[in-house]
């Protein structure tokens, strides 16, 4: 694929995840998504040729990467566990609140929404959080019961998303800092 190729997947893969974090998976009709991008249609028939799941699919699973990346860059000072969480939560807020309040998660509206059924988005939904365990995890590695840990801050943290987007306010991402660094101590 050439490099304008390349652009036009790049404008259909994040008008899909624009629109899927304000809108959820529904929202993201294929036409919102043509008009978002700016690309004709036959465009994104060629990128994805099996049509919305699969551009919905490749779009969690690109915004689920962002974030991880942004996770690895918190790991790389190898903070405290404490740390490296209220770093995740202030870097998703920073991402919440630069949106005014409209998107939260890449991958919550749509496990909501699909992961019942539909298989292929299930998977996708589960690998990404998958991801975000394995980070936790990596840095938790150090306690027994990292592996509930780091399903029980994702659980936090998610929850804690969904409350700052209907609050409109960084209040419970800040109140998840302070029980998960007292969970922690």
């Excluded at 919905?56 to 990467?65: I, K, L, N, T, Y």
Aim: contains cysteine.
């Amino acid at each position: 694929m050439g490099q304008k190729g390349a652009e036009t997947r790049a404008r259909l893969l994040d008008a899909t995840q624009d629109l899927i974090e304000s809108g959820g998976y529904y929202g993201a009709g294929l036409n919102r998504v043509i008009a978002a991008s700016g690309t004709p249609r036959g465009s994104l028939y060629f990128h994805f040729p099996e049509g919305k799941d699969q551009m919905v699919g490749e779009s969690v699973r690109r915004a689920g990467r962002t974030i991880a990346d942004a996770f690895g860059g918190l790991a790389e000072s190898k903070p405290p566990a404490a740390e490296f969480v209220a770093g995740m939560l202030s870097y998703l807020g920073d991402r919440l609140e630069a949106s005014h309040w409209h998107k939260g998660c890449p991958v919550a509206a749509v496990a909501l929404e699909t992961a019942a059924t539909n298989d292929a988005l299930q998977k996708a939904c589960s690998d990404v959080y998958g991801s975000w365990e394995d980070a936790l995890r990596t840095q938790l590695a150090d306690r027994p019961d990292a592996e509930d840990l780091a399903v029980t801050i994702l659980a936090l943290i998610e929850g804690a998303l969904l409350l700052a987007r209907a609050h409109r306010s960084r209040k419970p991402l800040e109140s998840v800092a302070r029980q998960v660094g007292a969970l922690l101590g």
